[in-house]
């Protein structure tokens, strides 16, 4: 599979290993994916941060929440495990609390935002120290692909391989031969980090 970044390559790519090959969805490689979960909220956080900074200068966040919002964009993404537990409340806090992030939403076509970072917002348990995602979140959890990521499997007497390339513009030289093309629907008019194909 072949596309730009962002078009939910992986997503297809987990989905087909999911289907053919059974252990991949077991409590200790869900287990697995916590941090990332984790860093896809902290992650969509900051970006709702900025935007709103961005987009909506004149309606800042309230000064009761002003510090939880420059803790959360100061947080090293890299060590999701150890911030992550403690900016929990504030980012929990600031979406229930903070309207102009509601509104930053409805513009999100503007900045590159992924859906599933909603759906993680809305929910408690993800939240929780002792977190184990559940298959849903695994397939929507969202990294970046780096290299060529490959299966094999057979269906109805047929082998098949397929290929995951990562979608930004240095990773899909490493490919020579034909793939699908992918494109999410819902994204076809939004702005990306890397805009040409």
Known sequence: MLSG???SKSTIFKQLRSLFHKDVFTKESRISYKDLVWSNILIGMQTLLQAQKDLLPLEPISSKNST?????LDA?????DRVFPILAECIKTLWKEEAVLKKVILMKEKFQFHD???????????????????KEDVL????????????????????FQVFDVGGQRNERKKCLIHFVFCLTIPSHHVSHRDSYF
């Open 5 to 7: 970044c962002e078009a």
């Open 68 to 72: 939880y919002a420059q803790l959360i």
């Open 76 to 80: 090293d993404k890299l060590r999701v």
């Open 116 to 134: 599933c970072i909603l759906s993680f917002l809305d929910r408690e348990d993800v939240f929780e120290q002792h977190y184990v995602p559940t």
């Open 140 to 159: 929507s959890a969202r990294l970046k692909t780096t290299g060529i990521l490959w299966m094999d499997f057979a269906y109805q007497h047929k082998h």
